[in-house]
């Protein structure tokens, strides 16, 4: 299973685009974050889950959302509302309450992939306004035969190898 997860592109609807099309045809599902700042009809969302984030006014997203994906369940939210940048400790309980596998989250801007007690927590980084690095990224998330590929990319396709990192997923 392959997932494209992205966030905080903060109204950049050619990026969307440019990425969405460049993967569509080989990724299971989309991922949208939160910070967009579109609204649900803007084609640069189509076929993606999106969530709300601190600078979306558009109503109609939520804040989390829960998706089951073959015997994968991904907890989705932008982050704000779980104190994302000065600890992960309240998003993983909700992580445990809801009983997701895989967490995707952004609002930090900093990208980043690590493994908390068997839940797989991940942040895209900021494909529009980074922080703590140059690179304007998003992830691919491949999920076969026992592990879990988090492949960072630069808005550009190209594979940031130095920030991808596997993982053993039971």
């Known amino acids: 299973m392959k997932v494209l997860i992205i966030s905080d592109s903060h109204g950049q609807t050619d990026v969307l685009h440019r990425v ?8 299971d599902a989309i991922i949208h974050c ?3 700042e579109l609204m649900k009809d803007d084609l640069a969302l189509d076929r ?3 969530v709300r984030g601190n600078c979306d006014f558009e ?14 369940k991904f907890f989705v939210t932008h982050g704000h509302l779980y104190s994302v940048k000065s600890t992960l400790m309240k998003l993983k309980y909700k992580a445990e309450e809801v009983n997701a596998n895989v967490v995707c989250f952004g ?3 900093i990208a980043g992939a690590e493994m908390i007690d068997g839940i797989l927590f991940i942040n895209p980084g900021s494909i529009s306004l980074p922080r703590m690095r140059k690179e304007k990224t998003y992830v691919i998330l491949n999920i076969a035969k026992g592990q879990a590929n988090v492949d960072f990319y630069d808005e ?15």
């Open 156 to 170: 550009n396709g190209d594979l940031l190898t130095n920030m991808s990192t596997a993982f053993q997923y039971a």
């Open 48 to 50: 993606m889950i999106v």
């Open 20 to 27: 969405k099309e460049r993967h569509l045809t080989e990724v």
């Open 59 to 72: 109503t109609s997203f939520m804040n989390d959302h829960i998706e089951q994906m073959n015997d994968i």
């Open 34 to 36: 939160g910070d967009s």
């Open 107 to 109: 609002h930090s801007h």
